[in-house]
């Protein structure tokens, strides 16, 4: 398995230009989330889905869409990008575990930075 | 994880020394917490995990600890080795919520002299 793949590893956009983030997993895991981190901080959740065709809103959405048509992939797109959204992009996903016990698995990130 | 800025707590110690990392979270109804670890330019890994009804479970080399009274969690690293300086970051969730709703802390640097 390869885990969960993101791409690209580094963007630099112009503001008000528009790109999607990709990430795929081959773990057949159900939740998949995006968070992003910034200096000195800890990751913070933009959107997340629990399933396909599932998708809601974590602490930070604004600026940033998600869709999940498949349980492989979850994009996320920013549709007129801005200074503010210069981060580091993580998606994560995990096992729908009844038990609540499975952590959260990581891609490397994607770095974009915003002009 | 709030923000408190954009100096993060940082531990050094001798490669052989134990490390203990502490994280205070804030949401009472938090049940479920995971220690990750970070280096640079990959994404976390995870290392340990812990639900409210323990309040200690031992990994290889590596143990948490949780106080749910003060709302403190840590995580002990026996015998520190170079290969474990990074950032370590806790995060914690109330098992009713979707498990992609992770809270996670600021981190803290652990960095191992040789």
């Known amino acids: 398995n390869a885990g969960v793949t993101q791409t690209p590893k580094f963007q630099v956009l112009k503001t008000g230009q528009s790109m999607t983030l990709q990430c795929a997993q081959d773990?057949?895991?159900?939740?998949m989330s995006w968070y992003r981190q910034d200096p000195g901080m800890g990751l913070r959740l933009i959107h997340y889905?629990?399933?396909?065709?599932?998708?809601d809103q974590g602490e930070v959405p604004n600026g940033y869409n998600v869709s999940r048509s498949t349980t492989e992939d979850f994009p996320l797109r920013l549709l007129s990008a801005a200074p503010s959204q210069t981060s580091v992009y993580f998606c994560a996903s995990r096992i729908r575990d009844s038990s609540y016990n499975s952590p959260l698995h990581f891609g490397n990130g994607t770095r974009l930075t915003v002009t | 994880g709030e923000s408190v800025g954009l100096h993060l707590p940082t531990l050094s110690v001798q490669e052989g020394d134990n490390s203990i990392i502490n994280c205070a979270y804030s949401n009472s109804a938090s049940d479920y917490f995971i220690w990750y670890k970070q280096e640079s330019g990959k994404g976390p890994q995870f290392i340990i995990d812990i639900r409210s009804n323990m309040d200690k479970r031992q990994g290889q080399r590596v143990t948490v600890l949780l106080n749910k009274t003060v709302k403190h969690l840590s995580l002990q690293i026996a015998a520190t080795q170079p290969g474990d300086s990074a950032v370590y970051f806790c995060?914690?969730?109330?098992?009713?919520?979707?498990?992609?709703?992770?809270?996670f802390g600021q981190g803290t640097i652990l960095t191992v002299h040789p």
């Open positions: 995060a914690e969730t109330p098992i009713r919520t979707s498990y992609g709703k992770l809270t």
């Open positions: 773990m057949n895991h159900e939740y």
């Open positions: 889905s629990v399933g396909a065709g599932i998708t």
